[in-house]
Each structure stands twice: as structure tokens, then as C-alpha cells.
């Protein structure tokens, strides 16, 4: 074949083939580099320049190993393991879209060989997955973290799900964006309302028709009421299991043993656990709305022992199920 490509290209169409096509249990030989490049790039070079260029790219720092059976690359920026993990990522986060997901996974796919892409059977199963509809995730990313370095506010449209199961607009918002938390497999924005200045959270898979603002800038976190030593982010979403906005409290409850890990997954180092007879005694600082609704989940193995206005809420709640379903 004539060659469609000029032969100095030949060392970068050589890396391009072993990423492609070798592993430690696809070895190539120079004769099988030559056919690739032959046949993908229209590349004819003898083998001794395969050789020289191959001891070029080791030279350049490339993990290329080579035995007795041929030649592959060693050491790649993911290994298989890792770009498993993150394919998995991808297909769990319901903030993404089903097409959005697949365009990663493909992206993330092409980080390996051909022979890795034959073991991702899943990433033809995104559309079964619970994904959102709003295609504006990755604009709305951003665009909020153009406002964050300017020091801009935000004007944006928000949004939730009727009984059609399609997002319906249900008011216009003009924010200070200060953080994205990604929580509960969700990405939450955090920032000021600047029409009640407090701090609010929003999905950013139902934010739409996103805008920087052309006029107001940014109001500083710790102008805000109980904000004045500013946001410690990592304690701020364990304390906000389900990002309700209401005040933190302390909150003492008592839980089985059983449940030790469940606490720990969902309150992290915000949670002092003692031991108090058979049942473990806990103490967080976190949003009461927020924790009826954990407690309610956790109902067989968790008491709220206190603020006792959230005990009484529990209560009511029991109440109100029972007439239910009695």
C-alpha cells in the first residue's frame, strides 16, 4: 500500500497502536506493528525502523516492555481496575444524563485497549439507569464556576417534577454561588438568595436557563447570619444529610449496634458515638428537618432522644401513620 501519511509520523502512530492494541497479554511483534501501521495509517517502514522507534519512545520515558513474544505498553495513566471504578461512577451519578453518561464512558474507554472495551458490557445499559432529563448539567457547571472567580451573582430558572415525570419551571432565582457539593449521588449548589439572603441549596439538574448576572456582585459568605467563620464544607454535608436549609442543632439519639455503619456513611466524623448499655448513644450537629426524615427511615433502630420538639415531631408522624393504615 502507498503510503497516505508521511513516514516521520510513524513514532506517534507507533505509541498509537500499542495503547490500541497491546497489553501484557497482547504482546506485538514488529511484524504486527507494521501491518497496523500498513493498514490504519498507510505507513510502510522496514522492521529495524520499528525497532529504532520503539527505543525512542522508551527513551522518551514510555513503559514499553518487550520479551521474546513482542512488544506492549507496560504502564498506561489508568489501569483497568481504576477505569472500571470511574465507568461505575459515571453510571451511578443520576445527576448526569443517560447520553451524556455514555459519551464519558466512551471517553473513558479509549483510556485502555480494544480488549477493555469487549469487558464493558454496562455501558450499553445507561438508558436503564434512574437519570436526569436536563441536558444544561455541565453548562451549568460551568457557568457557576465562572461566577465563583468573578465574584458574580447567578440568575437562573428552577425547576421540579410534575406527574408527567418532566421538570416544570416553578420560579425565577438570583443566587451568590459559593460551592457545588456532590451528595446522595446529586450535585447541590450552595449560595446566598439574594432575595432572602440566606443560604440555599440547590440540584443543579433542575436548574435551567442559567445567566450570569449583568448587574449586583457577590455577597460574602460570612456576611450572612451564622455564617460569619465562613463554610466548613466537609462538615456542612454530613450535617445536611438531605440539604434542608434550616438551622443545625444538636441532636442526641440512641441506636443499635447493628446500624453503627449506616451512622458513620451518613454523618461521618460529625457523629461522637459512646456506648450506653446494648445500644450505642450518638450525638451530631446537624439539620432537624433533616434528621426526621433519616429517623424515620432508621425507625427499628434509632430513638431521638432529644431537642425534644423533634422527638414530638417523630412522634406525631407514628401517629398519623398508624390512623393509616390501622
Not at 459568605?221 to 456542612?236: A, C, M, Q, T, V
Amino acid at each position: 500500500m502507498n503510503s497516505l501519511e508521511p513516514k516521520k509520523l510513524a513514532l506517534l502512530r507507533i505509541l498509537q497502536i500499542l495503547e490500541q492494541y497491546s497489553d501484557c497479554d497482547n504482546p506485538l511483534k514488529q511484524e504486527d506493528i507494521a501491518n497496523y501501521l500498513d493498514k490504519d495509517y498507510g505507513i510502510v517502514i522496514e522492521r529495524k525502523a520499528i525497532g529504532r522507534n520503539l527505543s525512542l519512545l522508551k527513551e522518551a520515558g514510555y513503559d514499553i516492555a518487550s520479551d521474546r513474544r513482542g512488544s506492549y505498553l507496560a504502564e498506561r495513566e489508568f489501569d483497568d481496575s481504576e477505569l472500571r471504578m470511574l465507568i461505575d461512577g459515571v453510571l451511578a451519578s443520576k445527576h448526569i444524563t443517560a447520553k451524556h453518561s455514555k459519551e464519558l464512558i466512551e471517553k473513558l474507554c479509549s483510556l485502555s485497549n480494544k480488549y477493555f472495551r469487549s469487558h464493558v458490557k454496562n455501558i450499553w445499559s445507561v438508558n436503564e439507569w434512574s437519570k436526569t432529563d436536563n441536558q444544561a448539567l455541565f453548562y451549568n457547571i460551568e457557568i457557576i464556576d465562572t461566577a465563583i472567580e468573578q465574584g458574580k451573582q447567578i440568575t437562573f430558572s428552577y425547576n421540579k417534577y410534575g406527574a408527567d415525570k418532566k421538570l416544570h419551571k416553578t420560579s425565577d432565582q438570583r443566587a451568590t454561588p459559593y460551592q457545588m457539593i456532590l451528595h446522595n449521588q446529586r450535585y447541590y449548589l450552595v449560595a446566598c438568595n439574594e432575595k432572602w439572603k440566606n443560604l440555599g441549596h440547590y440540584r443543579l439538574d433542575r436548574i435551567t436557563d442559567i445567566r450570569l448576572a449583568e448587574d449586583g456582585s457577590a455577597t460574602p459568605i460570612r456576611s450572612l447570619p451564622g455564617h460569619e467563620n465562613g463554610i466548613d464544607y466537609k462538615e456542612y454535608a454530613t450535617s445536611l444529610p438531605y440539604m434542608f436549609t434550616d438551622q443545625l442543632e444538636n441532636i442526641e439519639f440512641l441506636a443499635e449496634p447493628s446500624i453503627v455503619d449506616q451512622i458513620v456513611d451518613w454523618y461521618g466524623e460529625n457523629a461522637r458515638i459512646q456506648s450506653c448499655g446494648d445500644k450505642l448513644k450518638v450525638y451530631v450537629k446537624a439539620s432537624p428537618n433533616a434528621m426526621e426524615y433519616w429517623a424515620m427511615q432508621y425507625l427499628n433502630f434509632v430513638e431521638i432522644l432529644s431537642p425534644v420538639s423533634l422527638r414530638e415531631r417523630i412522634a406525631a408522624n407514628l401517629e398519623a401513620a398508624m390512623e393509616k393504615y390501622n
